[in-house]
């Protein structure tokens, strides 16, 4: 018997090369959650919760893998029990028809995210049989520890050869947090090349489109960094590392060729959570700002104090605020403070022979989703797994409570498609308003902040009284409590897009024609004037241009 499962290779170069991921350990959490956090970052993504359910098999089911370009089709060994995943599927991948899932979250807490970092182009191999997400979604399909799906993922790989570019995979269950990062061998290549280091408890970790993993112990530790065999046979193979050189082997700089260019746009948000959560070490911007000889951040950080799940909402909410990099401020930022630049990220003006980079940070248009897991030792799996999920960019988004083990998704967050808009899908909906915003971002975004403070606030008050009926439900009637957050997942998530169209509605009408319209519904007779700094900033450069004549009063 064949169990049919379709993957696609999902490849758009420097398109999907755009996540940030934190990892927050149990004893870095102010209510000992093991927490990991995703920004799916790519114009065009359009995301459809959905529940991969638990399942048994036969001795001789396989996942058939279709060919596509240099991939032949082939078959993995399926497994005789599945666990039930709450994930997302990609809208439409092609004319093939066939379509992407990702799991974030499986049913035992363990919860998994990724992001991008490339590295060198020689090392894709096309022949493989598995992608990053196809790795991810059987992890959680196979395993019930952080550690058990970091070796579901080793042994897809090395088994079945894995044909995707450098991928970082945070990975968290009820007690810790690794992150696995792994690389091809090349064209017709055998297995890959990998390394997975935990996040020591008490402490946070960030990577965003950089590889992270640096120096390799010289011995595996289990509990701590292993590796695989090849790690630095193969480089020295190549001759990307010299072990007579004296020079400390790193996987990221030998795997990830990291440049001043990308540490612009990847190490900057590291440095920026980093700087937030320790303010106390004076992180310097030197690294990602390319200055020679300057040291890399730390792998992780102890915080200044513990993170609650709103602390670590508002880091993913980050435009540089309050640094010299601060987007919301100077001519880029327009005349209404517009924390978004508009790709490409790198550009050129004519007559400049020199390269130029927007500042890239956490919180950008082009995210898909995002979420904010937890995962808690304290209560049962059903209730202490929880997806804080969001769709589009998640400064203006809204994060509600999906728990672990739901039976149902919410129906506005389930449908639809990139193809056509429709006010019965959230993701268009919040895309719209997060759109409109931005052409007066500074008036318009706090009325949107304003409604997303007021949910979530409920959301993370109502946590305690919820899971706390939850768990006098489990003790009686398991199902029923299943149920019951069933509902209330269901219930909020419905609340908040029901919320947003009419937010989008009234920020419509308020908002017309450069005027703001009043609470009595009437418009002023004057619209609403510029800011008088971005009216100096017109001046300076046109100072003739706008100057009305001057006209003296006749004395009569």
């Known amino acids: 018997m064949k169990l049919i499962l379709f993957f696609v290779c999902f490849f758009v170069t420097g398109a999907l090369s755009a996540c940030t991921n934190i990892l927050v350990t149990k004893g870095a959490s102010s209510d ?11 114009a065009g993504f359009y995301s459809r919760l959905e529940i991969f359910p638990a399942a048994d ?12 370009k240099e991939r032949p089709a ?27 899932r990702q799991g974030c979250i499986n049913e035992h807490q363990v919860a998994i995210a990724e992001t991008t970092f490339g590295g060198r182009e020689e090392l ?8 990053y997400s196809m790795m991810m979604t059987l992890a959680l399909q196979r395993a019930k520890t952080a550690r058990e799906a970091v070796d579901v993922m080793i042994q897809l790989a090395e088994k079945y050869g894995y044909n995707d570019e450098g991928e970082s995979i945070s990975v ?49 530790n289990p509990d701590e960094c292993i590796f695989s065999d090849n790690i630095k046979t193969f480089a020295v193979e190549k001759g990307w590392y010299n072990p007579d050189s004296g020079k400390t082997f790193r996987f990221d700089e030998v795997y990830d060729e990291i440049t001043p260019k990308s540490k612009r746009v990847c190490a900057s948000r590291v440095w920026s959570v980093l700087r937030r959560a320790a303010p106390s070490q004076n ?20 915080p200044d104090k513990k993170l609650s799940t709103a602390d670590i909402t508002a880091l993913m909410r980050d435009h540089f605020e309050g640094t010299e990099l601060d987007m919301t401020q100077g001519i880029d930022a327009g005349e209404y403070g517009l924390p978004r ?32 897991t937890q995962s808690r030792s304290s209560l049962p799996d059903r209730i202490g797994g929880v997806l804080w999920y969001g769709v589009d960019d998640n400064y203006l988004s809204c994060y509600f409570p999906l728990y672990c083990g739901i039976t149902e998704v919410p129906p506005s967050f389930a449908g639809g498609s990139i193809r056509q808009f429709s006010w019965d899908n959230a993701w268009w909906v919040f895309n719209l308003l997060a759109n409109y915003a931005n052409v007066k971002y500074a008036r318009i975004s706090p009325e949107i902040i304003a409604v997303q403070k007021e949910l979530e606030s409920k959301f993370f008050a109502l946590q305690k009284p919820v899971e706390q009926t939850a768990a006098e439900l489990m003790r009686s009637d398991p199902k029923l409590a299943q149920q019951y957050l069933t509902d209330y997942s269901v219930m909020q998530a419905e609340l908040v897009a029901a919320r947003w169209k009419k937010l989008a509605e009234s920020v419509f009408t308020k908002y017309n024609d450069g005027y703001i319209r009043s609470d009595d519904g009437k418009y002023p007779k004057e619209g609403d004037p510029y ?3 971005w009216l100096r900033r017109v001046l300076k450069e046109k100072p003739e241009q706008f100057k009305l004549p001057q006209v003296t009063e006749q004395v009569k």
Request: proline share 7%; glycine share 10%; net charge negative.
């Open 32 to 42: 000992a959650s093991v927490t990991i956090t995703y920004t799916a970052d790519s």
């Open 57 to 68: 098999f036969p001795d001789d089911a396989v996942i058939d893998i279709p060919a596509a």
């Open 74 to 100: 082939g078959k993995i060994k399926q497994i005789s029990k599945t666990y039930q995943v709450l994930g997302v599927v990609w809208d439409d991948a092609g004319p093939g028809g066939f379509w992407t």
């Open 124 to 131: 894709v191999n096309p022949q493989g049989l598995v992608n």
């Open 172 to 220: 968290a269950d009820k007690e810790e947090a690794w992150v696995f990062e792994i690389v091809g061998t090349g064209k017709n290549g055998k297995g890959a090349i990998w390394v997975a280091r935990k996040v020591p408890d008490g402490e946070i970790s960030v990577h965003a489109n950089q590889a992270r993993i640096g120096e390799i112990p010289d011995t595996k």
């Open 283 to 302: 992180f310097s911007p030197d690294y990602h700002r390319g200055v020679a000889d300057a040291e890399p951040y730390p792998w992780s950080v102890k």
């Open 341 to 372: 630049r508009w790709r490409p990220l790198y550009w050129k003006v004519e007559g400049d022979d020199k390269e130029y980079s927007w500042e890239r940070p956490i919180s950008t248009q082009q995210t898909g989703f995002s979420i904010v």
């Open 531 to 533: 800011p008088e700094g």
